[in-house]
């Protein structure tokens, strides 16, 4: 076969998946850092009921479910240091641009909420590109679910650490939108100035902000539905949030450094001379608004909670997350108890046997 013609063929095959690597590479750090998932992942438990909320609220219970949480993020990274192909398929979980799918305005009424329903009528291509979180969560659920049902203990917290994670990333404005970085409206860097910026400055404010509003915690009868719910919701928050952030800029003059590394330095320096008006008058602009970035990490708690009570009930509010003992188990005798008996009983009347004193003849 030609060289040029071989060429041709590999190329064909091998452009589709650098076109769709390069669609997802440039998206932002994944939605609320690490503070702000460890923070809905505490919150989300402290709003369970009992008997449930003592299961997870136990300090290393919630020490493994925190790190489990955190997991999500974690492969996306050494996926992306091994420039591997499969970063594409893992980052399109953690968000959902709406309105990159559908040319419906909002509220996005008539979406299909179901997989099958949404590929039917868009592709699957468009979901490679713009996301698949509500679905991921729903498969993290059932896997919940079962778990509970097993009492497979490192199970739970894997999939408990999943629900939370996604639960979380569908809260983040900027993860269901096209505009996730505010390319399209002359606010780019949003993302991570919101995220990262404004919550390490604000961490005290921001850890009150989310205990607001306790509430008993409902069960979810339609997990699907109320997560498309919840995403359209998210979705919503980003206009008044670009808003701020647009005033902020124009009261400040303020830029993020175009060179990523310059950036990243900047959005975790807290005693940035450069960038402290800037977020003073973000924070400022986004309180005259409602705090809509408070309002979303208040919700992403209060509803990973109702995802943790919902799995729960589903599989049979299991009393402890390690597995039952069976029934045969159960109804065996206390072995070794029963031997400390034994034992001494057979010592005793062996040695009075020895120590009989012989008949007389």
Same mark, same amino acid.
């Given at each position: 076969? /030609?060289?040029?013609?071989?060429?041709?063929?590999?190329?064909?095959?091998? !452009?589709?998946?650098?076109? !769709?690597?390069?669609?997802?590479?440039?998206?932002?750090?994944?939605?609320? %850092?690490?503070?702000?998932?460890?923070?809905?992942?505490?919150? +989300?438990?402290?709003?369970?009921?009992?008997?449930?909320?003592?299961?997870?609220?136990?300090?290393?219970?919630?020490?493994?479910?925190?790190?489990?949480?955190?997991?999500?993020?974690?492969?996306?990274?050494?996926?992306?240091?091994?420039?591997? $192909?499969?970063?594409?398929?893992?980052?399109?979980?953690?968000?959902?641009?709406?309105?990159?799918?559908?040319?419906?305005?909002?509220?996005?009424?008539?979406?299909?909420?179901?997989?099958?329903?949404?590929?039917?009528?868009?592709?699957?291509?468009?979901?490679?590109?713009?996301?698949?979180? $509500?679905?991921?969560?729903?498969?993290?659920?059932?896997?919940?679910?079962?778990?509970?049902?097993?009492?497979?203990?490192?199970?739970?917290?894997?999939?408990?650490?999943?629900?939370?994670?996604? %639960?979380?990333? !569908?809260?983040? @404005?900027?993860?269901?939108?096209?505009?996730?970085?505010?390319?399209?409206?002359?606010?780019?860097?949003?993302?991570?100035? !919101?995220?990262?910026?404004?919550?390490?400055?604000?961490?005290?404010?921001?850890?009150?902000?989310?205990?607001?509003?306790?509430?008993?915690?409902?069960?979810?009868?339609?997990?699907?539905?109320?997560?498309?719910?919840?995403?359209?919701?998210?979705?919503?928050?980003?206009?008044?949030?670009?808003?701020?952030?647009?005033?902020?800029?124009?009261?400040? %003059?303020?830029?993020? @450094?175009?060179?990523?590394?310059?950036?990243?330095?900047?959005? /975790?320096?807290?005693?940035? +001379?450069?960038?402290?008006?800037?977020?003073?008058?973000?924070?400022?602009?986004?309180?005259?608004?409602?705090?809509?970035?408070?309002?979303?990490?208040?919700?992403?708690? /209060?509803?990973?909670?109702?995802?943790?009570?919902?799995?729960?009930?589903? +599989?049979?509010?299991?009393? %402890?997350?390690?597995?039952?003992?069976?029934?045969?188990?159960?109804?065996?005798? @206390?072995?070794? +108890?029963?031997?400390?008996?034994?034992?001494?009983?057979?010592?005793?009347?062996?040695?009075?046997?020895?120590?009989?004193? $012989?008949?007389?003849?």
């Amino acid at each position: 076969m /030609d060289l040029g013609l071989k060429f041709i063929r590999a190329a064909a095959l091998v !452009l589709p998946v650098l076109l !769709l690597l390069a669609a997802v590479s440039d998206r932002p750090a994944l939605a609320w %850092g690490d503070w702000g998932h460890l923070e809905v992942a505490d919150e +989300a438990v402290q709003r369970l009921p009992e008997p449930l909320h003592g299961l997870l609220a136990d300090e290393g219970a919630l020490r493994r479910l925190k790190a489990a949480s955190l997991e999500p993020d974690r492969r996306v990274e050494e996926l992306r240091k091994a420039k591997s $192909p499969e970063l594409a398929r893992e980052r399109v979980k953690h968000y959902f641009d709406i309105d990159g799918i559908t040319s419906e305005p909002f509220p996005f009424a008539h979406f299909p909420r179901d997989r099958r329903a949404a590929e039917k009528e868009f592709g699957k291509k468009p979901f490679e590109e713009h996301g698949t979180a $509500p679905w991921v969560i729903e498969d993290a659920e059932a896997a919940l679910v079962d778990a509970l049902r097993r009492g497979a203990t490192e199970e739970i917290f894997k999939w408990a650490g999943e629900v939370s994670h996604f %639960g979380a990333d !569908l809260h983040m @404005p900027f993860h269901c939108t096209k505009n996730y970085n505010g390319k399209l409206t002359g606010n780019t860097g949003i993302h991570k100035m !919101l995220e990262i910026g404004l919550l390490v400055r604000h961490k005290d404010f921001y850890a009150a902000e989310i205990r607001k509003g306790r509430a008993p915690v409902p069960y979810v009868e339609d997990a699907e539905g109320r997560l498309f719910d919840w995403l359209i919701v998210a979705n919503s928050r980003a206009a008044p949030i670009l808003e701020a952030d647009t005033a902020a800029r124009l009261k400040t %003059g303020y830029t993020p @450094p175009e060179k990523v590394e310059e950036a990243d330095k900047e959005l /975790d320096d807290v005693n940035s +001379a450069r960038a402290k008006p800037y977020y003073a008058a973000f924070k400022s602009e986004l309180e005259s608004r409602g705090q809509p970035e408070a309002a979303a990490l208040r919700d992403a708690a /209060d509803h990973v909670a109702q995802l943790f009570y919902t799995a729960w009930v589903r +599989a049979g509010k299991p009393a %402890g997350l390690t597995a039952p003992p069976t029934a045969a188990a159960a109804a065996a005798p @206390p072995t070794i +108890a029963y031997w400390w008996l034994v034992v001494p009983t057979v010592v005793l009347i062996l040695l009075s046997l020895f120590r009989r004193r $012989p008949v007389k003849g």
